[in-house]
């Protein structure tokens, strides 16, 4: 079982940067997968960054502007988003595999104007 708890969203304009934060319950050492998901109004929720083992996968709408990063004495996961436009508004997720089941936290807002 997995706990996972995001902080660090909010409303910011086009242009700014916001960093999440994920903290997991227990380590993150054996989690097969972690990252971050998003969901839009009206959308599917959309992988936007991964870690898999020790390489990192990320969703071609936010290469060179998000970088996912972890502090494993921490067990928290960060997204810093740079360069947000009003596309990227939605509710983040953190999302971690173990032995083949999936857990979420409850997500955070964020908001890009234009």
């Known amino acids: 079982q997995v706990h996972l708890v995001e902080s660090g969203g909010g409303l910011v304009q086009a242009g700014g940067s916001l960093r999440l934060s994920c903290v997991a319950s227990?380590?993150?050492?054996?989690?097969?997968?972690m990252g971050w998901y998003r969901q839009a109004p009206g959308k599917q929720r959309e992988l936007v960054a991964r870690?898999?083992?020790?390489?990192?996968y990320y969703a071609d709408f936010v290469k060179g502007r998000f970088t996912i990063s972890r502090d494993n004495a921490k067990n928290t996961m960060y997204l810093q988003m740079n360069s947000l436009k009003s596309e990227d508004t939605a509710v983040y997720y953190c999302g971690a595999s173990v032995v083949g089941n999936n857990y979420w936290g409850q997500g955070t807002q964020v908001t890009v104007s234009s």
């Open positions: 227990r380590s993150f050492f054996n989690m097969d997968t």
């Open positions: 870690f898999y083992s020790i390489s990192t």
